[in-house]
């Protein structure tokens, strides 16, 4: 039973960000087809924000109507409506709508605000559920939690780029004169976008299906069972969530010796206001750069060097964020000079991204394969750095308090709407990044 359980906690996580992570990883496909094409990312950043609505407005339910909101109805709409986008995404995200004279994707942000909503609403309402087993088995959710972003990036580079090819536009389209006019042409990758986006419905179902089975297992023996066995996560976890506990009773008498030095370990972290101002400024910064300044010019920087270029920093700093999470799991350090270190560091590789991107089209190194393996390990480190980063100031704060993680959130959320708010009408207004053409694109030597 115990295996079981794990498999269905694991599961469940899978669902958690696989659609928004998928569409990240496609992006290299979807934006030689879609009308906005280089400027497409800088669209999604913002609809990604715009769908913190729905964690806000579960938050305030809990808020002013305590005991109302029922978490696994939530949970059912949110993931049958990721199933239902899924799938709409496979037959519709193609088609276009005119929108102020100009020709807009209409359909795929209107879905994939959708997606983002399940994704967003997802970090308020899947953890909660999974408080009610054993400790053991949030460790479980949150590997599939990291899974959500490794599957979708294999899956992605199972598939494969279309390559690109120049033509002549007049032998394209049938006239056999050649006017020295040339087209880029991409080959088909090893499946279609359509299904990539099936995949993705595949898995949010894998993760409903989960979650039907852990909601309606018969916990009450599961947990009688674990009791009789002591279960060290839990009592750690239990320790962690409030340091200062003291148990009332005899135990303590007996007790109070052999564990007066795991309590003075597992005492509140003392911070300085300085420190403290500096862990909240890293949660803001890392937060504004991972998910607002770089993933709105990744277009800008990595398409310059080719579509190949472009697909393997998608889908390989994809696969970066959770090792990086696996890294920090079994290898933590809170040391706050580190930490700055690992900032300034994902912070370098970040200037290189956002330079080349401002560089484009003829960013340093174009037509050789060196820069394209910088481009790509670039924004690997990038994301790899920053994630550490991201999950160690999450721990140093969980362990100082549960308001103080509450600030954490905040501070995290206002990082990605103020880099997201900031890219977007450098990117679509004011148009201080240049998209090229693969094959019309003359760069200087």
């Not at 978490?71 to 005119?98: M, N, Q, R």
């Not at 997802?122 to 490794?150: D, H, N, R």
């Amino acid at each position: 039973m115990a295996l079981l359980i794990h498999m269905l906690a694991c599961a469940f996580g899978l669902g958690s960000w696989v659609a928004v992570n998928g569409l990240w990883v496609e992006l290299p496909l979807i934006v030689n087809t879609l009308p906005e094409g280089w400027e497409l990312p800088s669209y999604l950043t913002v609809i990604i924000q715009l769908a913190n609505l729905g964690p806000l407005l579960v938050t305030l339910m809990h808020k002013l109507c305590p005991g109302r909101l029922k978490e696994h109805v939530v949970i059912y709409s949110i993931l049958s409506i990721g199933v239902l986008s899924c799938f709409l995404l496979a037959f519709f995200w193609d088609e276009t709508t005119v929108v102020a004279g100009e020709p807009h994707s209409t359909a795929f942000f209107i879905i994939t605000f959708f997606l983002s909503l399940v994704d967003c609403t997802s970090s308020v309402t899947f953890l909660p559920f999974m408080m009610q087993l054993p400790a053991k088995y949030i460790t479980t959710y949150f590997i599939g939690e990291g899974l959500s972003g490794l599957v979708p990036a294999l899956v992605a580079l199972a598939q494969g780029v279309g390559m690109a090819k120049c033509v002549n536009a007049s032998q394209s389209s049938g006239n056999h004169t050649d006017n020295g006019d040339l087209q880029t042409q991409y080959l088909p990758p090893n499946f279609s976008t359509e299904v990539f986006f099936f995949c993705l419905a595949a898995m949010m179902c894998v993760s409903l299906a989960a979650f039907c089975a852990l909601h309606r297992l018969p916990r009450m023996l599961e947990l009688s069972s674990e009791n009789l066995v002591p279960d060290t996560v839990a009592s750690v976890c239990s320790g962690l969530d409030n340091p200062g506990a003291e148990t009332d009773g005899e135990g303590v008498k007996h007790q109070d010796e052999g564990t007066g030095q795991s309590k003075s370990l597992l005492a509140k972290p003392k911070h300085t206001v300085y420190q403290l101002t500096f862990i909240y400024f890293l949660v803001v910064w890392v937060n504004a750069a991972t998910n607002g300044l770089l993933p709105s010019v990744q277009t800008y920087s990595c398409m310059p060097y080719g579509n190949l270029a472009y697909h393997l920093s998608a889908a390989l700093a994809s696969v970066a964020n959770p090792v990086a999470c696996i890294i920090a799991m079994f290898f933590p350090n809170r040391s706050l000079v580190l930490l700055g270190i690992l900032g300034l560091l994902g912070t370098g590789f970040g200037s290189y991204n956002m330079a080349m991107a401002a560089m484009s089209p003829c960013p340093l190194l174009q037509s050789s394969a060196v820069g394209q393996a910088i481009i790509v390990l670039s924004w690997v480190f990038f994301t790899g750095s920053m994630c550490y980063v991201k999950v160690m100031v999450g721990v140093i704060l969980r362990d100082r308090s549960h308001s103080a993680l509450v600030w954490c959130g905040a501070a995290a959320q206002l990082g990605s709407l103020v880099g997201s708010v900031t890219m977007f009408p450098l990117v679509n207004v004011y148009k201080l990044f240049e998209s090229g053409d693969f094959c019309n694109t003359k760069c200087p030597m």
